[in-house]
């Protein structure tokens, strides 16, 4: 544990709280009552605004309109629209990102085009704290290739040396989902782009936890999913940017017919959309792009800027209250202690951390447990309160002083709902 | 125009309605007032269970509880929980089919999977019938994988003598969109066993139109959509068959991490799950598979045997009373004569199709145009009554004797709400 820092007290919290600009956006949230939910990280609550969507894309637009609505109610081109609420949102220029299929499989696209940018090159790399699927994807893409592609594996902090002229891509998730560890994207790119790399961001846990400048970093591509901070709902789809310098000369791996160039002459070969459409694949799913749609309006009214300064704010009263709280209990920092090279997360290394963290859900304050023994919190400033974070401290705690973890009462999933 | 059938009278059409025993299953969707729907081939009308499903799972589930919904909730085997249900309507094995990704990505992992089956061969035998995103599909992974594959598309008569030595894989939709044409699963599959080949039956088409024995047919991949005759809504996830003898034979080509054997412990190396889980890729929509789940409700108690024949039904009136009302016109029968060899919908090559079919619509009545000069409507036996048929055929009369599609008033897409 580290030093002493400066302690918050009651009075400390609830004026941080009056003072928070963000404070009233919580109520654009369906809040479940008791529930202190620091795992936005995961899945991130449900605005209020898209239940109402959702029930008019079915009862009127499904229901009634049925095929018509395609052209009616612009079903078709909601890849691009929703795609450009996210680009405001992370930096990216005009008409460079849609909404379409997973996360993995627009890793699968935008490793492939890299590739195809640097046919000479063999090497895929990535860092151990990336999340799996993206390696797996990379790996699997390097698989089916069959030119002797490998993909490289190197600790976070010795991606720079990596980086050397076998590097065809250079694949990042720019905020590590276990310890929160977030890269450089500015430099990181810089640096890619001098080794004669292109790269790829995967912004997962970047989109909608901070300012992401991704045409001011000259990224390449970029992924992310939108069921965490962007609150699109469990498995809504994820997008994919590519920097407009390289929409029409990539030849996309996956080539459906919503990135035809005219999906509906049904032609027998495929020629790619212009831009960023021709990422597009198979007809797009209405229902969860529409909420998705709604769940951005959230952000109409919010700074960025802010949401960063609360969502540090946050991250440090918890690091405090905890480490003063529960420095007898073998908690360690899994985190940066530096603000400035995380994301919105925070981890303990933690003794026991599976059933620390199931008392804890069990006790209404919601984080997650990654293996092999860390407990993660997330930190979502539109819904978040300093309360929230404070009261999960001191639940924490109650639970690791009390010894509440040795015996959980309910199953971990079911308590609280 | 063919020779003259028995007409149908109103009292005959009546007692038709009387006595259909899939009568009483319109009452389970949303039917808009004054619409006749011949394009559930295209868009199947939303179940009703789906509105309280969908509201269920936002409040809740995604809503109240959140993260912990992947379990309590059950979220996480949604693709083989949906898949199973499918399973049932197509002659599918117990876990064999999953729900998962667009039927344009399935026909990518399909075709993959196929080829890595049968590595010797080159060719990807196709017939130009076939929906083009599954002809872009199998060109883009035959390009991928730059071992010279290539797709060789041919006539639909000419599949049978095109299946030599060379032949990787056959990949056929079983019903063309264009005409209905029907394939004979049973004995093409059994025609490219015996050449060596594998097959990949696109089953767009099928599902919910009739019965499908895949298991029977002894065939070795399947894909489809689920929006169509299945009324899984717009964009609704696809599905993916795999024979139980291959599901652990495949590497799959897009290797996700909810593909893996282990999804939760994080390893950095990829290893397949057992069985038909492998083909699942990303973070699954649950918002969409939920909406599916219950669309798939409507069957229960429905006989496929029934549908069928109801299906018949339909499509034998309308094509004896267009033929016998739209004599003069030109119209000419695009669909085979023959009920065995089509799925269920018919038709017509049209002189001024586009606006033919656009006056319909300005007249309540669906279906859809298909270049160059198609005009196409889908019979869906369990909303669409005899009623309904026979004044579509009325209309299309009326539009045709009276000019009216020389002059259409609304916008088509936007009149009939």
Redesign the interface.
Known sequence: MAGKAKRFSLEDIAALDAADPLAPKRQEF?V?KW?I?L?GN??G??PLA??DR??TV??E????????????HR?MDLPERVGAKIGTLIGAEENSVIVT?????NV?KAV?AGLSLNPDRRVILTD?SN???D???A??VA?????DHTVK?VAPDDLYEALDDTVAVLMVTQVGY?TGLRQDMQKLTACAHAAGAITVWDLCHSAGAFEVDLAGCHADFAVG?T?KYLNG??????FIYVAPRHQDAI????????G?QTP?????D?KPAEGIKRLN?????????S?LDTALDVWDDVSMAAVREKSVALCELFITEVEARCGGFGLDLASPRDAALRGSQISFHCPEGYKVMRAL?DNSV?G?F??PDVIRFGFTPLYVSYEDVFNAAKMLEKILREGLWQNPQYD???K??
Chains 1, 2 share one sequence.
């Open positions: 369906a479940p529930l939910y795992d995961s899945l609550m449900m898209v239940k959702v029930t079915l009862a637009e499904w229901g009634n309109s049925l095929i018509r609505a395609w052209n009616s079903w299929d997973s996360t993995s499989i699968a492939s151990n999340f799996p699927t390696i797996y994807m790996q699997g698989d089916v290739l069959g030119k594996v276990k999913c069921y709902g469990p498995g809504s789809p994820a030849q996309p791996m996956l080539t459906g017919w919503i035809h509906f002459a049904f032609d027998l495929y694949v198979g007809t797009p799913p209405v229902l969860a792009l909420a859900v919601v997650d990654r293996m971990v999933k079911e609280v709902t």
